[in-house]
């Protein structure tokens, strides 16, 4: 039994090497190796080469059977999300549902919670279900996930970020924090705060984040002058937490007679951090100063209303299905990167006069409340 088994291992049983065998093998990602295979993107000669030799070593070959499946026509698109309840995903998962309609395709969509567990289960579906592409909106640290598309011949396009190699609709956030903050400095802010989720979850969280540290820093404002909260566990019950936060105690530190500035990374941390003010009887602007992120509908019915960043969440959703149809009718064609410009809404929570907003080179939003 034991030499019958044995043979059973032969060739016949032998394990047929897969796209992450090379890609160990060369020392690269399993998606420069679809690149090389498909020539689906540039790739220097010395990484061709170096893939192909693996390729060649290990005896890999494609499943052409499983490759002729996949690029059957299905009519279906995946959208990968990482928070749908978020008013701003939604919207522009709207957008896109309704552009998927109007081109004869049907749209699925997973939420990853911000797990990466979950994000590769929903797109190992998503692939097994024959999509014919995959528009992954938000969301960062999910290269095993998206690889495993593209190992598979699915098109992907990233939005709201930045991937090498893919199709990219994103926003200038390093850009208009950076200048949001030398704005405000000119103003005659010299206290700020930064607060916001932690950076992991997402890349234009890293962006926004990392505008405002590099403007406080060439500003020269002091290390006393500025504070960057970057709390754990804020990606659910975002109003809830802020407030909790800064209602027990974090504004009893404030210095009087300064003016701060609270900035936070979405509109509905700066509803929370804006109530905790008022109930901690200080004033918003005159005493603290808020600025939120998004333009989400609460912020222009709040009390004080919001000034917050705009980005077209319709606009991200529309460009980002332009790039997948495009890539869906030519996989082979150039990697497009379209940067969407960020405006400054000017409301109350931040009296911000709109010279230095200007001066700064910033766009100021004029669309109806």
């Keep these: 039994?034991?030499?019958?088994?044995?043979?059973?291992?032969?060739?016949?049983?032998?394990?047929?090497?897969?796209?992450?065998?090379?890609?160990?093998?060369?020392?690269?990602?399993?998606?420069?190796?679809?690149?090389?295979?498909?020539?689906?993107?540039?790739?220097?000669?010395?990484?061709?080469?170096?893939?192909?030799?693996?390729?060649?070593?290990?005896?890999?070959?494609?499943?052409?059977?499983?490759?002729?499946?996949?690029?059957?026509?299905?009519k279906i698109i995946g959208v990968v999300l990482q928070d749908i309840s978020s008013e701003y995903y939604?919207?522009?998962?709207?957008?896109?549902?309704?552009?998927?309609?109007?081109?004869?395709?049907?749209?699925?969509?997973?939420?990853?919670?911000?797990?990466?567990k979950v994000l590769k289960t929903g797109v190992s579906a998503l692939v097994n279900r024959r999509v014919n592409g995959l528009i992954f909106v938000g969301g960062s640290h999910?290269?095993?996930?998206?690889?495993?598309?593209?190992?598979?011949?699915?098109?992907?396009?990233?939005?709201d970020r930045y991937v090498e190699?893919?199709?990219?609709?994103?926003f200038n956030n390093h850009e208009t924090l950076y200048r949001l903050v030398r704005a405000l400095y000119r103003q005659g802010y010299r206290e700020f705060c930064y607060y916001g989720e932690q950076l992991s979850s997402q890349q234009n969280l890293e962006q926004r984040f990392g505008g405002f540290r590099d403007a406080v820093r060439d500003l020269g404002v002091p290390e006393e002058n500025c504070e960057?909260?970057?709390?754990?566990?804020?990606?659910?019950?975002?109003?809830?937490?802020?407030?909790?936060?800064?209602h027990q105690g974090m504004l009893k530190s404030r210095r009087e007679g300064s003016r701060?500035?609270?900035?936070?990374?979405n509109d509905m941390i700066a509803q929370g951090v804006i109530s905790a003010v008022r109930r901690s009887g200080l004033r918003v602007p005159e005493d603290i100063a808020v600025f939120g992120f998004d333009n989400i509908s609460i912020s222009?019915?709040?009390?004080?209303?919001?000034?917050?960043?705009?980005?077209?969440p319709y606009l991200l959703g529309d460009r980002c299905f332009e790039l997948l149809l495009e890539r869906m009718r030519n996989p082979r064609g150039?990697?497009?990167?379209?940067?969407?410009e960020q405006k400054i809404v000017l409301r109350e929570s931040v009296p911000l006069e709109e010279a230095y907003v200007r001066g700064e080179g910033l766009a100021l939003y004029d669309g109806a409340d």
């Design 1 to 74: 039994m034991a030499r019958a088994k044995a043979a059973e291992t032969g060739e016949r049983g032998k394990r047929r090497s897969t796209i992450y065998d090379v890609a160990k093998r060369a020392g690269v990602s399993a998606g420069t190796v679809s690149h090389v295979l498909n020539g689906t993107a540039p790739i220097s000669q010395e990484t061709r080469v170096r893939v192909l030799d693996s390729v060649r070593e290990l005896g890999y070959s494609r499943n052409e059977n499983a490759r002729a499946l996949r690029t059957a026509d299905s």
């Design 90 to 116: 939604a919207q522009c998962t709207a957008c896109i549902l309704q552009r998927a309609q109007e081109e004869g395709y049907a749209v699925l969509t997973t939420d990853a919670h911000f797990s990466p």
């Design 142 to 159: 999910d290269r095993e996930s998206y690889e495993l598309a593209h190992a598979a011949g699915v098109p992907i396009v990233f939005g």
């Design 165 to 170: 190699d893919f199709p990219c609709v994103q």
């Design 228 to 246: 960057v909260i970057l709390q754990e566990n804020l990606d659910s019950s975002k109003m809830k937490k802020a407030f909790d936060y800064f």
């Design 260 to 265: 701060s500035v609270i900035l936070t990374s």
């Design 300 to 312: 222009a019915y709040a009390l004080p209303s919001i000034s917050t960043v705009a980005q077209d």
């Design 334 to 340: 150039p990697v497009e990167n379209v940067m969407l």
